[in-house]
């Protein structure tokens, strides 16, 4: 080898970049790494300690907002026991590949088994969401030069849909993430084929992102147009395949393992409202995708087309929830507008009008103001907060009620007691037993919503008695008289 090979300057940067040899330092004359190389890895370090404080500390409270963390839990729980993925909370022996297709999450069982709690799941989304960054940094830094390309980093890291996913419990997609990031970094590199293989495993995260690997096939077909190789004809084949994937999800594998032999999603859709209900809740999501993220600069990029597809059965949805800015829809959705920022970005500053070079050139650092503003309004703001960090009498009382409930039982619980018991205990959802009957009943009666325990467990289970085992914390908790 006749010593380092110097790259090109990515746009914006004022001096070529070394790349050292295989031994031995970089030869005399060439600029040795600096912090500033080592941006992307530091920023995902950070970025993960961030969101695994949030949601941990949030766990640690018992502001647990949904009963998502216990379903992925109990199905976890089966993989790592080498069974099947069951969800008791989705009705008993219910096995969740039927209700969503997810045999990615497969991957936590060792972790699992290792560390049985549903802190494993929240720190493990915790680093994927900040693996994500190294990718959206590096690309980004590539094409625009270093501080520009940590500003695009910094937004991504702090945007307001990351930070709303790493809020509200786990979820499957953030699997999805970095993969989509890792994808569109090769893409922007002309890494034709890397593009389609990050992208691949996006069939095995959930069943509607096989759509969204068709999305970026026709994206890596379009920019490998022109390439002397067969990279756009693998690509179109690529697409092909994850449309086929999802039909065949859709239509045979998830049937397959539902008891019902159907997609229990398909009446979110066909039995919805019109496409033009809440229309004004619709744009306003669109406004927040488009304008503190990219200031619309990310129209004028094709990678947008990858967001095409989830904001498309969103919003066809007739479940209001899928069509805000709320809960974990849009964190797929992140490291698409960023990339695609950067690469209107890098395309925007050879174009012949001044304004639109400026503009352009001034973005990114705009991007990440935007989100750092931002911030103070989102849950990471929450860190700067001491009761954040506090676990209050309420919750130690509650905690020591639920530790009466022993390992092995059946419960039947709302969403309150649910991520403390199913790793021990088989958990049902409340009023959805389906003919089990529990031998406990826990429930977050802080609003004071169940006034007659006895009546109302009467109500759930006519044929069963059920005493007063303990109140403590706005927590009660009923035990089945044998």
Same mark, same amino acid.
């Given at each position: 080898?006749?010593?380092?090979?110097?790259?090109?300057?990515?746009?914006?940067?004022?001096?070529?970049?070394?790349?050292?040899?295989?031994?031995?330092?970089?030869?005399?004359?060439?600029?040795?790494?600096?912090?500033t190389? /080592?941006?992307?890895? &530091?920023?995902? &370090?950070?970025?993960?300690?961030?969101?695994?404080?949030?949601?941990?500390?949030?766990?640690?409270?018992?502001?647990?907002?949904?009963?998502?963390?216990?379903?992925?839990?109990?199905?976890?729980?089966?993989?790592?026991?080498?069974?099947?993925?069951?969800?008791?909370?989705?009705?008993?022996?219910?096995?969740?590949?039927?209700?969503?297709?997810?045999?990615?999450?497969?991957l936590?069982?060792?972790?699992? /088994?290792?560390?049985?709690?549903?802190?494993?799941?929240?720190?493990?989304?915790?680093?994927?969401?900040?693996?994500?960054? !190294?990718?959206?940094?590096?690309?980004?830094?590539?094409?625009?030069?270093?501080?520009?390309?940590?500003?695009?980093?910094?937004?991504?890291?702090?945007?307001?849909?990351?930070?709303?996913?790493?809020?509200?419990?786990f979820?499957?997609?953030?699997?999805?993430?970095?993969?989509?990031?890792?994808?569109?970094?090769?893409?922007?590199?002309?890494?034709?084929?890397a593009?389609?293989?990050?992208?691949a495993?996006?069939?095995?995260?959930?069943?509607?992102?096989?759509?969204?690997?068709?999305?970026?096939?026709?994206?890596?077909?379009?920019?490998?147009?022109?390439?002397?190789?067969?990279?756009?004809?693998?690509?179109?084949?690529?697409?092909?395949?994850?449309?086929?994937?999802?039909l &065949?999800?859709?239509?045979?594998?998830?049937p397959?393992?539902?008891?019902?032999?159907?997609?229990?999603?398909?009446?979110?859709?066909?039995?919805?409202?019109?496409?033009?209900?809440?229309?004004?809740?619709?744009?306003?999501?669109?406004?927040?995708?488009?304008?503190?993220?990219?200031?619309?600069?990310?129209?004028?990029?094709?990678?947008?087309?990858?967001?095409?597809?989830?904001?498309?059965? /969103?919003?066809?949805?007739?479940?209001?929830?899928?069509?805000?800015?709320?809960?974990?829809y849009?964190?797929?959705?992140?490291?698409?507008?960023?990339?695609?920022?950067?690469?209107?970005?890098?395309?925007?500053?050879?174009?012949?009008?001044?304004?639109?070079?400026?503009?352009?050139?001034?973005?990114?650092?705009?991007?990440?103001?935007?989100?750092?503003?931002?911030?103070?309004?989102?849950?990471?703001?929450? &860190?700067?907060?001491?009761?954040?960090?506090?676990k209050s009498?309420?919750?130690?009382?509650?905690?020591?009620?639920?530790?009466?409930?022993?390992?092995?039982?059946?419960?039947?619980?709302?969403?309150?007691? !649910?991520?403390?018991?199913?790793?021990?205990?088989?958990?049902?959802?409340?009023?959805?037993?389906r003919?089990?009957?529990?031998?406990?009943?826990?429930?977050?009666?802080?609003?004071?919503?169940?006034?007659?325990?006895?009546?109302?467990?009467?109500?759930?289970?006519?044929?069963?008695?059920y005493?007063?085992?303990?109140e403590?914390?706005?927590?009660?908790?009923?035990?089945?008289?044998?």
């Open positions: 080898m006749r010593g380092a090979v110097v790259a090109a300057p990515p746009a914006g940067d004022t001096e070529p970049i070394p790349i050292p040899g295989p031994r031995g330092p970089a030869t005399p004359g060439t600029r040795q790494r600096t912090w190389d /080592r941006a992307p890895h &530091l920023l995902a &370090l950070a970025l993960f300690a961030a969101y695994t404080a949030l949601s941990v500390l949030r766990y640690r409270r018992m502001e647990t907002r949904s009963w998502d963390l216990g379903i992925f839990e109990q199905a976890i729980r089966g993989y790592a026991h080498l069974q099947a993925p069951v969800a008791d909370l989705k009705g008993p022996g219910t096995n969740i590949l039927g209700d969503h297709f997810s045999p990615v999450t497969a936590l069982a060792p972790a699992y /088994r290792l560390f049985p709690t549903p802190v494993t799941l929240l720190v493990t989304q915790a680093a994927l969401f900040a693996l994500a960054a !190294i990718p959206v940094t590096r690309a980004a830094t590539r094409l625009l030069g270093r501080a520009s390309g940590l500003a695009i980093g910094v937004a991504y890291g702090l945007s307001w849909g990351i930070q709303q996913a790493t809020d509200f419990d979820h499957e997609i953030c699997f999805a993430v970095p993969l989509i990031a890792f994808s569109l970094e090769a893409l922007l590199a002309h890494r034709w084929r593009a389609l293989l990050w992208a495993p996006l069939v095995l995260v959930k069943e509607d992102l096989g759509i969204t690997l068709t999305a970026i096939a026709l994206v890596v077909a379009w920019r490998a147009r022109r390439a002397r190789s067969h990279a756009a004809l693998y690509a179109l084949g690529v697409a092909v395949l994850g449309a086929a994937a999802t &065949l999800t859709l239509t045979a594998v998830i397959a393992f539902n008891t019902t032999g159907g997609y229990d999603y398909w009446t979110k859709v066909n039995d919805g409202p019109s496409p033009f209900a809440g229309a004004e809740t619709k744009l306003r999501t669109l406004a927040w995708l488009l304008l503190p993220t990219t200031g619309l600069l990310a129209v004028r990029s094709p990678l947008l087309l990858a967001a095409a597809p989830t904001l498309g059965w /969103r919003f066809l949805s007739g479940d209001d929830h899928y069509w805000s800015t709320d809960w974990h849009s964190a797929v959705l992140m490291p698409v507008l960023f990339l695609a920022l950067a690469d209107a970005v890098d395309v925007s500053r050879r174009s012949p009008r001044p304004w639109l070079r400026t503009y352009a050139d001034r973005l990114p650092a705009c991007a990440a103001a935007a989100a750092l503003a931002l911030t103070t309004s989102l849950p990471l703001a929450s &860190l700067t907060e001491a009761a954040t960090y506090r009498p309420r919750v130690v009382a509650a905690e020591n009620l639920l530790a009466r409930i022993p390992d092995g039982a059946t419960v039947e619980a709302n969403v309150g007691p !649910i991520s403390r018991l199913t790793g021990r205990c088989r958990v049902m959802w409340l009023g959805d037993t003919g089990v009957t529990p031998d406990w009943i826990a429930l977050n009666n802080s609003s004071g919503w169940v006034r007659d325990a006895h009546s109302y467990a009467r109500q759930l289970h006519p044929d069963a008695r005493r007063v085992a303990g403590a914390g706005g927590y009660l908790l009923l035990e089945r008289r044998t």
